[in-house]
């Protein structure tokens, strides 16, 4: 079973900016695509970003575009969410996610960890 971590989370006001972090293994790490889904209150989880691990590709939904920040440090095995410039509609919990490939994990055939709750006040 995959394991993955997420921390980071809390509260900030509009404007503000947050890094969420993922600690995975090393072997999940190393042979997945990596990224970030998150879901508010009645509302179905979406996708935020992804980054491959086999080319150095990043994927954003429009919504995060030049606010959000996929990155990984591989000495960590950890992956990370630079959010920045927060609006009151980015309020959800925040799921890392681990796929074989981008493709899968926007299909949802992937893992999830726990979730980390990010609140944006106005």
């Known amino acids: 079973q995959v394991q993955l971590v997420e921390s980071g989370g809390g509260l900030v006001q509009a404007g503000g900016s947050l890094r969420l972090s993922c600690a995975a293994s090393?072997?999940?790490?190393?042979?997945?695509?990596m990224g970030w889904f998150r879901q508010a209150p009645g509302k179905e989880r979406t996708f935020v970003a992804a980054?491959?691990?086999?080319?150095?590709?990043?994927l954003y939904a429009d919504s995060v575009k030049g606010r959000f920040f996929i990155a990984r440090d591989i000495a960590k095995s950890t992956v990370y969410l630079q959010m920045n410039s927060l609006k009151p509609e980015d309020t959800a919990v925040y799921y890392c996610?681990?796929?074989?490939?981008?493709?899968?994990?926007?299909?949802?055939?992937?893992?999830w960890g726990q979730g980390t709750q990010v609140t944006v006040s106005s």
């Open positions: 980054l491959g691990w086999r080319v150095p590709t990043t």
């Open positions: 996610a681990a796929a074989p490939s981008t493709t899968d994990m926007r299909a949802g055939n992937g893992y």
């Open positions: 090393a072997r999940t790490f190393s042979t997945n695509a």
